[in-house]
């Protein structure tokens, strides 16, 4: 599964065109780095550190820090809130930002197929002078993912879709864009993990949409908290 995504990631890469088109598509890279602390089997604490490369993956773009909540107050009920911190390099200057957002997701079982409905808000502020109407964007989030767990078969596909519908101040409410992603995660040790995943993303009502290949790799460590045993 890792050596296809790879492959699938190095195959869009000749299809980007030049080097002056990047107004209508991009291949950027994602690399994540993150701590996992899990309190119990209902509470989980993230925190991560990422970088993000666009212009072919050339350019570093952004870079951030993650910090995320999640908590399963019924079984495969989950909600999470994230909190994201980082720089935003621009032409001239950089930017700071701040976005936050909430997600509420089901998962369902089917045997060995595991489908996941997942509706988010996030809501994202770029900090700069003078203040620009796109400084501010919010977006609701619709996600359906399906993952198939094979026998004997560590690498486990994900498959998900994505819409993206953005508030503007001008427009109101409308679809901005959807995302396909594949992806697969691996236990490297009892305490760390990788995810590998490749993803298309178009925009939506555009004459000429802007096409976005991505790619990306993401290792975590995961650490539990020790829970003493009272003794009798």
Known sequence: MIRFLLFVGFLVIPFLGNSQDYLLRDFES??????????????????????????????????????????????????????????????????????????????????????????????????????????????????LEAIYKFRNWKADPRLSFEMFKHMNANRGASWDRYRIRLATELETSKKSEIDIFFAYENEMGEDFPFELYLVGTAITFKVKRKVEKQKE
């Open 30 to 143: 994602w690399w994540n780095a993150g701590l996992n602390y899990k309190y119990n089997k209902f509470i989980d604490l993230s925190f991560d550190q990422n970088l993000r490369y666009h212009q072919r993956s050339v350019n570093l773009q952004q870079y951030f820090t993650e910090i995320e909540l999640a908590i399963e107050p019924i079984k495969n009920l989950d909600f999470e809130t994230e909190i994201r911190l980082g720089i935003k390099n621009g032409d001239i200057l950089n930017h700071n930002f701040f976005r936050y957002r909430f997600n509420l997701s089901y998962k369902i079982d089917f045997g060995r197929l595991e489908i996941t409905p997942r509706i988010g808000y996030q809501n994202r502020t770029i900090y700069r002078w003078p203040f620009r109407d796109n400084d501010l964007n919010i977006d609701t989030r619709y996600k």
